[in-house]
């Protein structure tokens, strides 16, 4: 069974800070592993890694994979309040319809 | 821009009810899906569809069925509802191109 387990659970840290975000996971065939942002509505995307040690980049957030240790990292430099969401990993295997296997997500909550 | 859309964003049912969830897309993907998220259990998958009138058990389906009679219309049905099944109940969909699922805005299950 597909598994995908994120680290920590919640985060509390103030304006400015950097955080690091941790996902592992055990799948059978993995096809990508994927980063989303969910507030209080859908997941929204932010990115999706296929290849090991290459870092994905978006404005203050950075992902890269290690498909060795089996794990993903998600960064945040310079928090902001707006960035208070639930961080929720999810893998991909080789399956008829790219079916997902989602983490229990992490909530980040930034204090002004 | 992709749009997903979910009949209702919140819904209240009592035991034993039979309780209709639709989700449409206006962008013509083939796969959809059905998930449930609880707190401090992540997204799981109820069910996936990946072409009309196709579908497959996800990771938690008891209780739960499907139907995919048209390719931008996928909709959850519980037979007879319980309490066990009050939950945020999120639809996606994908393009198999794609890199993500798209997600609808939820709705939210209370079965009293």
């Known amino acids: 069974e597909d598994k995908v387990v994120q680290s920590p659970l919640s985060l509390v840290v103030h304006e400015g800070d950097t955080v690091t975000l941790n996902c592992s996971y055990e799948v059978t065939n993995f096809r990508s592993l994927l980063w989303y942002k969910q507030e209080k509505k859908a997941p929204t995307f932010l990115f999706m890694l296929t290849s090991s040690g290459i870092e994905k980049k978006s404005g203050r957030l950075s992902s890269i994979l290690d498909k060795k240790e089996l794990f993903s990292i998600l960064n945040i430099t310079a928090t902001q309040t707006g960035d208070s969401a639930v961080y929720l990993c999810a893998v991909e295997a080789s399956g008829s319809a790219r079916q997902l296997t989602f983490g229990s997500g992490t909530q980040l909550t930034v204090l002004p | 821009d992709v749009k997903v859309t979910q009949s209702s964003r919140y819904l209240v049912k009592r035991t034993g009810e039979k309780v209709f969830l639709e989700c449409v897309q206006d962008?013509?993907?083939?796969?959809m899906f059905w998930y449930r998220q609880d707190p401090g259990l992540g997204l799981r998958l109820i069910y996936f569809s990946y072409d009309v009138k196709m579908k497959e058990k996800g990771d938690i389906p008891e209780g739960y069925s499907v139907s995919r009679e048209k390719k931008e219309r996928f909709s959850l049905i519980l037979e007879s509802a319980s309490t066990n099944q009050t939950s945020m109940y999120l639809c996606?969909?994908?393009?198999?191109?794609?890199?993500?699922?798209?997600f609808g805005p939820g709705t939210r299950l209370t079965v009293l």
């Open positions: 962008m013509d993907h083939e796969n």
């Open positions: 996606a969909s994908r393009a198999p191109s794609t890199d993500t699922q798209y």
